[in-house]
């Protein structure tokens, strides 16, 4: 294994490569976030699909080994298509969160966030409750969330206020699902809200997956290449604050 591609449909996914980066650091990493579309989860799921092919087209043409769908909404869609067309392990991030969410959850009350398209899936509700039958799993879309981090407007009142309002539909839970690459980063604000509730983030149990598939690399110089179909400034500034590290250099790409 020489090569992990991760793809998002913007800068989330960069909370997966990071994960990734740490647990295999000797592996060559390339990301492609569709910044030019996001966000994808206030799309159909055939748009979803239709970009979901093309990203995982122009990585697969790069002679990536494999290939991580690092992004909630693309894999609710795109998963299975996406792994029926090409010869190389493709993994999404669903099912190491469920894993996750198994493995943290102590009573099966458990609640779920991500977007419009994801909760629509209801992947996380049906895979939960198909390994544990007695859970009680509530979902909730939370569309305001991503553009609330996208405007680095974590830790504000307005994104206090936003969380208190879609977190109070939850019954009483035990462990929350943070089912969107974004979320991650409120993770603070969300336990301020939430104070008493386990949270699931999917990026470490997905890198977890990767690295058993991957086996190790042994790159002595590994690469991090970072593609986008917009580069736009503010995607940039906000790529760095996803990935906590300085990116040096983001190559624009048109699918
Ligand atoms: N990356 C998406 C996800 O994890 C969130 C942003 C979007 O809507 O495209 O679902």
Not at 32 to 53: C, F, Q
Request: with cysteine.
């Amino acid at each position: 294994m020489r090569t992990i591609a991760i793809f998002d449909s913007g800068v989330g996914g960069l909370t997966v490569m990071r994960a990734i980066k740490d647990t295999l650091p000797h592996c060559n990493l390339v990301y492609l976030g569709d910044t030019a579309r996001v966000p994808y989860g206030t799309k159909s799921k055939e748009t979803i699909l239709r970009y979901s092919l093309q990203v995982s087209q122009f990585l697969y043409a790069q002679g990536v080994d494999l290939l991580v769908i690092a992004c909630n909404t693309a894999t609710a869609y795109g998963l299975h298509e996406v792994r029926a067309r090409y010869p190389i392990p493709v993994i999404g991030v669903i099912e190491p969160g469920i894993d996750a969410t198994l493995q943290t959850t102590t009573g099966g009350k458990i609640g779920v966030i991500g977007t419009s398209a994801t909760i629509a899936s209801g992947l996380y509700k049906r895979g939960i409750q198909e390994r544990l039958p007695a859970a009680h799993v509530t979902e909730i879309a939370t569309p305001l969330l991503v553009p609330l981090v996208e405007e680095n407007w974590t830790g504000t009142e307005v994104t206090r206020l936003t969380l208190e309002r879609y977190l109070s539909g939850f019954p009483v839970i035990d462990t929350l699902v943070l089912g969107c690459t974004h979320y991650p980063l409120l993770k603070n604000d969300i336990a301020a809200v939430l104070p008493n509730v386990a949270l699931v983030d999917s990026a470490l149990a997905t890198a977890r997956v990767v690295a058993g598939l991957a086996g190790q690399c042994s790159e002595q110089q590994p690469r991090s290449t970072f593609y986008m179909t917009d580069t736009s400034s503010r995607f940039r500034e906000i790529a760095t604050l996803f990935f906590g590290e300085e990116i040096a250099s983001i190559e624009h790409i048109d699918l």
